[in-house]
């Protein structure tokens, strides 16, 4: 084995290790003392930010850039980046790296977020801190993971901790409900996930990504493992019909956490989806055809053939309920999390190709999804962390009628937040409407116009519950019961400092989108 | 990159306002008069741009003061800037009724901070849509003008204010996503990979289907559509050459000028803004398009020359954004159809023509888009008001002659009747609703309603003087809109309400009031020596002359047009009756006590209408600087949708016989509009090439409207040029 080898792996090894220190700082540390733990942690996951970054640079500055998508099939020239590493179990590639950034990105919000003075002292206990880390330090393995056994365990991991986080307000009933729902629902998904992996490993012997090439007689084993294994992840997602459970988690989970679920799990999952779609779902054909004693064989993407349709028609129905049922909520954490169901069906978009895509366009449609997982997290993260503020006597504020005259008390968190909706509507020039540009693009291009358009008309009706909160900010209507009571923040300068500098990344990402395509 | 070197106009044209909104965010909120300052200085340089453009601007068809830098690369997406005759009044009058709208806006007491910040940001979107030649960055303007706008009217409107901003936003909104839809489209098909193998392809495939199909075969839709699927691929053959080499053309041009010893780098950097890759022989391929490039422009060179050169041609145009090379692929966008399971195949360009239409018939807003707009003029502050009036609209019908006719031109004419229909019912409909209304500025605001449909008359006509009238009703109607609102924000702002029957007897203690809002009602009346005569007056000369379509299958084309007008004349009689009934009603008769002691205007409001009278007054008696400004890019615009019919195969060709005739009796080629000396006749004038980028000074005074009133007989239609060779050969086979 190759060590050095290891340190692609170091940002993962970072958020571990910050896990373990804050786990045992709690021990010392006095209870009045505990904001201390969370920014530790944060210092965990920009060191974490620091080491990806270092390493991306270095591979840049050596190999020029590190593949946009290892695909298990390609064969790695002589001198080039080899991105597999501990014998086929990770694969770090851009596209992987891109991820690993979300994810830290997310875990740090959901620490600030809990930071100062929560009331519920089991918010603040060393363990809610490591956990978080734990969980993101799952996401970021899943993201890289590239065999079947990793991305069991990997997704265990963030699945176990998101499990506890989502329960940690003791006090709160809505917590429980939510903690209870997602164990029992996420348990069954996983059992489809372990089903799908275990008939995949009785008909091939093997856990590698890659299984399904060999599949030979046993091919209708292997698709019906596939179809399991998918049920898995599209539950991880949140895509219909597997979203049922989005909505109550999301609303009882302490808020931090249901940014984390809805970023940072998210686009782990989606990374999964991903190493499927363009790599598991490979499977050799024999041709009868045999020339000079070799036998030839014909790869054929069963996803991308027979299941691509049932692939838009599924993120069609997932933009199409999302948003619709989005717009009746009078609580915008709830409003959130069927926008993130939404939002999910944006993304899936990205995943139809044309059924013989070769690298240069999967490459492309990788990149428009990462554009977007990386937009709706910076935008998605900056809501919640303003949703996160907005609390009284320790009552979090989350409904409609509570964001009112925002815009008067506190009129740079509501400017940041009138942002943060706009751009998940996509309007331009913020990131939303890049990233929804570049899906819809890449639908068409892959000849799924009639998608594209059915998406481009469920953005349109997104906007009206997006404007809602807009509209309570900035021009409460007149008021039937007078001057409407003003809305209430606490502060918190590191989570205020996190959403101005996610609300400018939402611009900025907007206006100079090749920015950020540059990295690949 | 900028490619006339100096400052670029444009850029400071459109983003000088949002620097004023930078600034304002910096300075405290409680320093009101230095905000104010700001906003003026911030809103006073488009203006001075515009000043600058209306005196140096020649128009030659071209696009000028272009600027060009590439913005995201994996899309192709450029920073495109430029005008030409169609967008130069455009930013005239953007920068005058900007600035104009930011001094109005003086009165303002709520959150001005916010509102000012909020209005530059506004003035950014709509001067970036009047000069923007990319499609992406014009739909980037676009939604931008949006946010500021629905804030705008949303915080500082009236009591209604949250509703009529969630309904214009939604409107809008609405329009944006067909325009989205149809740029992801636009960009879709904008590729291609054209050999002369598929044009031979396709043939065999007609035979076959000939062979198959036996005498039948010709009125076969599926023929057809293949015939006009292989014109579409001559001609984006033909262009698609064409454009290679004239941008290399361009390229070598370019670095000629920079000089031959010039570094490198620089070379790269032209090449670059060119779209021309460099590759190590560019010099020697640089040199070879100097040789093929002007043999291509047509000199001495046959349709059949032409195609040898190119059946080796195996042109791959990258996708792109860009207008212009849009403009120049419609041929691409002609072949296409839309399959759809229930209705069968549907003509690409047709559908994309109907999704923009809806677009920016929003916008404009045409009968039976126009429900947000009386709404948002009346809950708007005064200066949104005029600036919804004097520009918003125009983004519309400038959509229309910039995005819709370019890229779709033969759509244009396929739909040249019923647009004319709809404008004339937005004619007749505005000026009805209007008479209906007690409010003052919801009468104003159905009058824009009912102006607009002029515009939308004069554009379908597809003659010179409808297209003239059209941008200059355009014009004409922001400057007296814009006086009409200002004067109602006068009156509202003494009297707090706007009841046309509540006041009377005005004159008496508001005497100059009541002078300049007789200039506005008179100039948007129509009233000879006032603006808004001209562009109404070109428009119905223009519209009755247009031959283009029938109704109902009647024998003589000219006929709907011609009945279209008659009924448009009907317009101005009623927009005489509302405006002069609400003239009776407010300042004359018996003086209503309350108001016996308001004050007359003061300084500022003067100062704010009178540019406005001096327009109004000015384009009324000598409407030729605007006109000079407009006619040969008209002229390029009415040629490229006239000429597209060429190649727009089957059935077109015998409807439009009359409009053709007309056009090669007349082989030579009219000088337009703006040289034409007063009594030269069109046939004296054989030598001056429309579209010469050097055509002779404007000879003074040529009156138009004398002109007009005479009655000549020639068609003054600009024609479009030698048309004997335009229908191809391929054509006259399908038939």
């Known amino acids: 084995m190759n060590w050095s080898q290891l340190n692609e792996l170091l940002p993962i090894g970072v958020v571990l290790t910050t896990s373990l220190v804050v786990v045992f700082l709690s021990l010392v540390l006095a209870p009045k003392d505990r904001y201390v733990l969370s920014l530790v942690g944060v210092a965990g996951c920009i060191l974490g930010l620091l080491a990806l970054g270092k390493n991306y640079h270095a591979l840049a500055a050596e190999y020029g850039q590190p593949p946009v998508f290892f695909n298990g099939l390609a064969r790695v020239a002589e001198g080039a980046y080899n991105p597999v590493l501990l014998g086929g179990a990770f694969v770090v590639d851009g596209f992987g790296m891109s991820i690993m950034a979300v994810a830290l990105l997310a875990g740090a919000l959901a620490l600030l977020c809990t930071t100062p003075h929560e009331d519920d002292s089991a918010l603040s206990t060393g363990e809610y801190f490591g956990l978080i880390l734990l969980a993101v330090a799952g996401m970021m393995l899943l993201a890289v993971a590239h065999d079947f056994l990793t991305l069991l365990i990997s997704l265990e991991v963030m699945s176990v901790a998101t499990y506890i986080l989502a329960g940690s307000a003791r006090r709160d009933v809505r917590s429980g409900e939510s903690a209870l729902k997602y164990l029992v629902l996420g348990a069954f998904s996983t059992a489809f996930l372990m089903f799908g992996i275990a008939f995949l490993y009785g008909a091939t012997g093997s856990l590698a990504m890659q299984a399904p090439l060999v599949a030979g007689e046993h091919l209708p084993l292997v698709k019906a493992a596939l179809a399991l294994i998918l049920v898995g992840v599209l539950f991880k997602v949140g895509a219909v019909p597997f979203h049922s459970w989005v909505p109550d988690v999301y609303e009882g989970a302490p808020t931090g956490i249901t940014a984390l679920m809805a970023v940072g799990v998210k686009a782990a999952a989606f990374a999964v989806v991903a190493r499927l779609c363009f790599e598991a779902f490979n499977m050799v054909k024999e041709l009868p055809k045999v020339i000079n004693g070799h036998r030839f064989i014909e790869i054929v993407y069963p996803l991308r053939e027979g299941w691509l349709s049932l692939f838009a028609v599924l993120a069609i129905l997932t933009m199409a309920l999302g948003n619709l049922l989005a717009m009746h909520q009078n609580n915008v954490k709830r409003m959130l999390a069927y926008s993130g169901i939404a939002h999910s069906g944006y993304l899936l978009l990205a995943f139809l190709v044309t059924p013989k895509a070769g690298g240069a366009e999967i490459t492309q449609h990788l990149q428009a999804a990462s554009f977007y997982l990386l937009a709706y997290g910076v935008m998605t993260l900056g809501a919640f962390g303003v949703l996160s503020l907005m609390r009284e006597d320790g009552r979090p504020m989350e409904k409609m009628e509570d964001f009112t005259g925002l815009a008067k008390e506190h009129p740079a968190l509501a400017l940041c937040m009138a942002v943060f909706m706009l751009s998940l509507a996509g309007m331009p020039p913020f990131a939303g409407f890049f990233a929804k540009f570049l899906v819809f693009k890449s639908a068409v291009s892959s000849g799924y116009a009639w998608a594209a358009v059915l998406g481009i008309l469920t953005s349109v009706a997104s906007l009206y519950y997006y404007l809602r909160v807009v509209v309570r900010m900035y021009m409460a209507p007149a008021g039937a019961e007078g001057e409407p009571a003003p809305a209430r923040c606490r502060y918190a300068w590191t989570l205020n400092l996190l959403i101005y500098g996610t609300g400018a990344l939402t611009l900025l990402l907007g206006l100079l989108p090749q920015w950020l395509s540059r990295l690949y | ?735």
């Not at chain 2, 000939?210 to 075969?217: H, K, R, S, V």
């Not at chain 2, 698609?240 to 790269?268: C, N, V, W």
């Not at chain 2, 779209?275 to 490039?293: C, N, R, S």
């Not at chain 2, 010469?692 to 000549?712: G, H, V």
């Open chain 2, 1 to 735: 990159m900028y490619e006339s070197g100096g400052l670029p106009l444009l850029t400071l044209f459109t983003f000088a306002p949002v620097l004023g909104t930078l600034v304002l965010l910096l300075i405290p909120s409680r320093r009101a008069d230095i905000i104010k300052t700001v906003a003026a200085a911030a809103a006073a340089v488009p203006m001075l741009v515009g000043f600058y453009v209306f005196w140096v601007y020649k128009d030659t068809g071209e696009l000028q003061y272009r600027e060009s830098l590439l913005w995201i690369d994996g899309l192709n997406v450029y920073y495109r800037l430029g005008i030409d005759g169609i967008s130069a009044p455009m930013v005239v009058l953007s920068g005058l009724v900007g600035f104009i709208a930011v001094v109005a806006s003086w009165g303002i007491e709520k959150q001005i901070k916010g509102y000012f910040a909020l209005i530059l940001l506004l003035l950014t979107g709509m001067n970036g849509v009047f000069v923007a030649l990319d499609f992406f960055l014009f739909y980037v303007f676009w939604e931008l003008m949006l946010l500021p706008m629905y804030f705008l009217i949303g915080i500082w409107g009236g009591p209604n204010r949250v509703y009529a901003a969630i309904k214009f936003f939604l409107y809008t909104m609405a329009g944006s996503v067909l325009m989205l839809v149809v740029l992801l489209a636009c960009w879709y098909w904008s590729d291609g990979r054209y050999a002369t193998n598929d044009v031979s392809a396709l043939n065999r495939r007609i035979e076959l289907r000939q062979e198959e199909l036996g005498e039948a075969a010709a009125d076969q839709a599926d023929v057809l559509a293949m015939q006009a699927e292989r014109h579409a691929l001559l001609k984006a053959l033909n262009d698609a050459r064409e454009a290679i080499l004239k941008r290399r053309f361009d390229a070598g041009e370019a670095i000629d000028k920079a000089g031959t010893m010039a570094p490198e780098s620089q070379k790269r950097r032209i090449l670059k803004a060119y779209g021309v890759e460099w590759t190590p022989d560019i010099d020697a391929q640089l040199a070879a398009a100097h040789e093929i490039y002007p043999s291509l422009g047509g000199i001495g060179m046959s349709e059949d020359e032409r195609g040898l050169l190119l059946a080796e041609a195996n042109i791959e145009l990258e996708r792109t954004f860009d207008l212009l090379e849009l403009k120049e692929r419609y041929g691409l966008f002609l072949g296409k159809f839309v399959l759809f399971r229930f209705l069968g195949p549907r003509s690409f360009a047709a559908l994309m023509f109907i999704f923009l239409f809806v677009a920016f018939a929003i916008k404009v807003p045409v009968f039976p888009f126009h429900t947000w707009l009386p709404w948002a003029h009346v809950e708007a502050p005064t200066a949104i008001s005029v600036i919804l009036a004097g520009i918003l609209l125009k983004m519309g019908v400038y959509g229309f002659l910039r995005v819709s006719y370019g890229l779709f031109p033969t759509m244009a004419v396929a739909y040249a009747v019923p647009i004319a229909m709809l404008g004339v019912f937005n004619i007749l409909y505005g000026a009805c609703c209007a008479m209906a209304q007690d409010d003052m500025k919801k009468l104003v605001a159905y009058s824009s309603v009912s102006h607009m449909g002029f515009c939308m008359l004069g554009m379908a006509a597809l003659t010179t003087w409808g297209l003239t009238g059209s941008i200059l009703q355009m014009f004409n109607h922001g400057t007296s809109t814009s006086m009409m609102f200002l004067l109602v924000g006068v009156i509202y702002d003494r009297a707090h309400h706007r009841e046309i029957n509540k006041f009377g007897g005005l004159a008496k203690v508001l005497p100059v009031y009541t002078g300049v809002m007789t200039l506005a009602l008179f100039a948007s009346m129509g009233l000879p020596g006032l603006s808004g005569f001209i562009s109404e007056i070109l428009v119905f000369l223009g519209s009755f002359r247009s031959k283009l379509g029938s109704l109902g299958g009647i024998s003589r084309p000219e006929v709907s047009f011609q009945s279209l007008t008659v009924l448009a004349a009907i317009g101005v009689v009623l927009t005489a009756a509302y405006l002069l009934w609400m003239m009776q009603r407010v300042f004359f008769g018996p003086l209503n006590e309350k108001y016996k002691d308001y004050s007359d205007m003061n300084g500022r409001e003067i100062f704010t209408l009178a540019p406005l009278c001096i327009v109004v007054i000015l384009f009324g008696v000598y409407p030729q600087p605007l006109i000079n400004l407009t006619t040969q890019s008209v002229a390029k615009l009415q040629r490229h949708v006239l000429d597209s019919r060429g190649i727009a195969g089957s059935g077109e060709k015998d409807r439009y016989a009359d409009a053709d005739e007309e056009s090669i009796e007349q082989p030579h080629a009219p000088a337009p509009l703006a040289t034409r000396a007063p009594k030269a006749k069109l046939a004296a004038q054989p030598d001056a090439p429309a579209g010469s980028p050097k055509a002779p000074e404007a000879a003074p005074a040529p009156s138009l409207i004398k002109e007009a009133q005479a009655e000549r007989p020639e068609p003054l239609t600009l024609q479009t040029g030698d048309r004997e060779g335009a229908p191809p050969g391929e054509l006259a086979a399908a038939r």
